[in-house]
Each structure stands twice: as structure tokens, then as C-alpha cells.
């Protein structure tokens, strides 16, 4: 299974990204797919989340600015981030929990990770 990242790079403090996330290879199901980023000096932290029954979840920095959707046919994941700060300038990272066949357990995969920058 490969999750493959794309959409991230440089905006003015403000502005808007959507990052987008591709699972491929051998996938029965897909449990939860988040996004999460690391910043310079800082831990991974998870960003936002979405089941597969469309329950989100989002970290207090993203609430009422970033929006995770997910497509369950294509197997994909995209995080529109609006309102983007310096603060949130990181490798922004999408991981999903994949069933490879019908009753294998769910294993977590993740992507090679996108950079965010925001400029002030």
C-alpha cells in the first residue's frame, strides 16, 4: 500500500492550500485517514481525521479553518486549509489504516509527507 502526498509549497500568511493524499496498491477497506504535520523542532501531531463513516475530527489549531473530505471509492484524502498562518508552516503527513483483504487486521500506512510553507 502507498500513500502519496501532493498540493503543498508556499503561500502568504492568509491564504489558502489543499493538499491531496492517493492510496493505492492492495486495499480491501480503509478505517480512518488522517493528515498530520511536523514542524521544524517540533512533534508529529495529528491534524484532522475521518472514519470511513464520514466522522471528522480536527485539532483545536484547525478547527473552523482546515476541512478534511475523503472519497471512499477513490481511496483519497484531501485537507483544504484556509486562512493559513506562519504558525502552521510544516511537513504535513497523510496516513490511513488499511485492510489489504476481506478479515486481515488494519495496518497503518503513511505518506512521504508535502511541505506547507506560510510566509508573513
Known amino acids: 500500500v502507498q500513500l502519496v502526498e501532493s498540493g503543498g509549497g508556499l503561500v502568504q500568511a492568509g491564504g489558502s492550500l489543499r493538499l491531496s493524499c492517493a492510496a493505492s496498491?492492495?486495499?480491501?477497506?480503509?478505517?480512518?485517514m488522517a493528515w498530520h504535520r511536523q514542524a521544524p523542532g517540533k512533534q508529529r501531531e495529528l491534524v484532522a481525521s475521518?472514519?470511513?463513516?464520514?466522522?471528522?475530527n480536527y485539532s483545536d489549531s484547525a478547527k473552523g479553518r482546515f476541512t478534511i473530505s475523503r472519497d471512499n471509492v477513490k481511496n483519497t484524502v484531501d485537507l483544504q486549509m484556509n486562512s493559513l498562518e506562519p504558525e502552521d508552516t510544516a511537513v504535513y503527513y497523510c496516513?490511513?489504516?488499511?485492510?489489504?483483504?476481506?478479515?486481515?487486521?488494519?495496518?497503518?500506512?503513511w505518506g512521504q509527507g508535502t511541505l506547507v510553507t506560510v510566509s508573513s
Open positions: 496516513s490511513a489504516d488499511v485492510r489489504s483483504r476481506r478479515g486481515s487486521p488494519y495496518r497503518n500506512y
Open positions: 496498491g492492495s486495499i480491501f477497506s480503509i478505517n480512518v
Open positions: 475521518s472514519n470511513s463513516g464520514g466522522i471528522t
